[in-house]
């Protein structure tokens, strides 16, 4: 009575009606449930075929091997060799494992070492193929205008005169107008617009504390040096030292898109809302036009050369239709953004000044510069003229801020902050948060001109009172990427939260804890 497929006594013996064959109940039940045919004859075969064996309930007997110490001493020799058997061909699988690991890695590596390779030649022609393009236009100087392209994109050539320098066309009295239009319409709308009621109150940002922080840039060049927000979208840009601009969704925690181009660190950048367009300044002294696509990305439609050294900042004119780019090479330069050209290029090149910062006024008519020499300059943009200067500063004027309300101007340097009434043309405040070696790197007034953002080795929140009030300190908050260095500090929507930038490769936003989802919740009601 031994069992056709284990060769075993069976527990619950079955016979086949049709071959006539033992087997074990549960042994021959899976075997037809899976492939229903007989085991041994492979006929066709189901448990109706299957006869139950009745039987006696007996103690098996134990083996006749297992019965004498002779016997045991076989079995056991039995199961060593099938267990030295076994380890032995687990062996061999480990080393043929061993052996295909080694080589899947040597490919890897050879692949690294093909790509780095290509990357590497790719970089060499991208050099090379501007080199060429620098030299084209070189080689081609003395002959007419001709048309170069640029990222797909015809633009002329400006024409240059007998001293060697470019002729702008200059700013024409029709775009003189509409600054002036624009001028008296913001001066108006000024004076009637109050502190909106949905201000954080000071109450509020003395409760703020971090409430996220996001891994923007790469770690191999950290460090952020230029940041805007949209004014109407909840979207952040920053500007780092591994040449890329990196577009953030703050209230969804997503990167919307990394712009790459720039071969060095981006030092300024601002959205131009007015047509979803975005420009950036670089050390490498160009600057880009980005274009906005209803997919989200940016596409690069305008490259500027007309500086000869790195691009220090960028600021946007009201109208959204002109912008400036301030250079170390003691030049600011006044663009056309539709066309992408440069109108006009104020000031000698110089080796010994640049200009470190620009932001224009408000109402568009006066631009202010800070340069390298601890001079702010003021100028008037209808005439390109120099109208004031402020001295007073130690170092280099690296930021400065006009309020919305027009009478002041905030700027940074080594020293701290100055604050000048732009009515009397004289500084009435300095705020010196840090130590005589710590540089101030950011100041920002609010949209509200409620508050001034100052960002050195921590940031600080002032509240903005006036010229004979106290500005008082409301809010410390701590640097915590542990740099010691804030580069970069941004209001967002009401102040309801702050953006930070700094030399790691982090943005933190401050807030209130929870206040996200409340203003996620308000953002519709506003618009």
């Known amino acids: 009575m031994i069992c056709a497929i284990s060769g075993e006594v069976p527990d619950e013996p079955v016979v086949s009606k049709k071959s006539g064959l033992l087997f074990e109940r549960r042994l021959v039940e899976r075997y037809i449930e899976d492939h229903g045919k007989c ?7 189901t448990m109706d075929d299957i006869v139950a064996v009745k039987t006696n309930k007996v ?31 687990l062996e061999q699988q480990l080393h043929t494992a061993r052996q295909e690991l080694s080589h899947a890695l040597y490919q890897h590596d050879a692949a690294c070492r093909v790509i780095a390779r290509l990357k590497k030649e790719r970089d060499e022609a991208r050099a090379l193929l501007a080199q060429a393009e620098r030299q084209i236009p070189a080689s081609m100087a003395g002959a007419a205008p001709t048309a170069v392209v640029s990222n797909g994109k015809r633009a002329f050539e400006d024409e240059v005169g007998p001293d060697g320098k470019k002729i702008r066309p200059g700013i024409n009295p029709v775009m003189i107008d509409e600054l002036t239009e624009c001028n008296t319409l913001l001066s108006a709308h000024r004076k009637k617009r109050q502190v909106p009621p949905t201000l954080a109150s000071i109450d509020a940002i003395e409760r703020y504390t971090q409430i996220s922080s996001h891994p923007l840039h790469k770690t191999n060049k950290p460090g952020i040096l230029s940041m805007d927000i949209h004014p109407s979208k909840d979207i952040i840009a920053t500007g780092g030292i591994d040449t890329n601009a ?5 209230p969804s925690g997503q990167i919307l898109c990394t712009l790459t181009g720039h071969s060095k660190k981006i030092t300024s950048l601002k959205f131009v809302p ?8 670089s050390a490498d002294k160009t600057v880009k036009i980005w274009q906005g696509s209803e997919d989200g990305n940016y596409n690069c439609i305008h490259t500027l050369k007309d500086h000869t050294a790195e691009v220090e900042a960028v600021t946007v004119h009201a109208t959204q239709k002109y912008f400036v780019t301030a250079s170390k090479d003691n030049t600011w330069c006044f663009y056309d953004i539709p066309s992408g050209s440069c109108l006009t290029q104020v000031g000698e090149s110089s080796g010994q000044e ?6 224009f006024h408000p109402d568009g008519l006066i ?24 001295e007073g500063h130690v170092g280099p004027v690296t930021a400065m801020s006009f309020s919305e309300n027009g009478y002041f101007l905030a700027t940074a340097a080594l020293d701290g902050v100055k604050l000048w ?17 710590t540089p101030t790197n950011s100041v920002e007034f609010d949209f509200s001109g409620s508050y001034l953002a100052v960002g050195g080795s921590d940031t600080r929140v002032y509240q903005v009172a006036n010229v004979k009030l106290e500005w ?6 701590p640097d915590l990427s542990g740099t010691g260095k804030v580069t970069n500090v941004k209001f967002g929507t009401d102040a309801k939260y702050i953006a930070v930038g700094s030399m790691d490769r982090n943005l933190r936003i401050f807030g209130l804890p929870g206040e996200d989802d409340q203003m996620d919740d308000a953002k519709p009601s506003e618009e």
Do not use: C, H
């Open 472 to 477: 008082n300190l409301v809010k410390t908050l």
């Open 421 to 437: 009434d732009l009515r009397k043309l004289r500084n009435f405040r300095t705020i010196s948060p840090y130590d005589s070696d």
């Open 39 to 45: 085991p041994v004859t492979k006929e066709e075969l």
């Open 59 to 89: 103690v098996k007997p134990r083996q006749l091997q297992a019965a004498s110490i002779p016997g045991l001493l076989g079995m056991f020799q039995n199961e060593w060799d099938a267990i030295m058997l076994s380890s032995f061909a």
């Open 274 to 281: 007015r047509d979803e367009l975005f420009v950036t300044g």
């Open 246 to 250: 990196v577009l953030f969704d703050r």
């Open 354 to 359: 640049g200009y470190t910062s620009a932001s």
């Open 367 to 390: 631009l202010g510069t800070g340069t390298t020499e601890a001079v702010v300059k003021i100028w008037d943009v209808k005439t390109q003229s120099n109208v004031a200067k402020f």
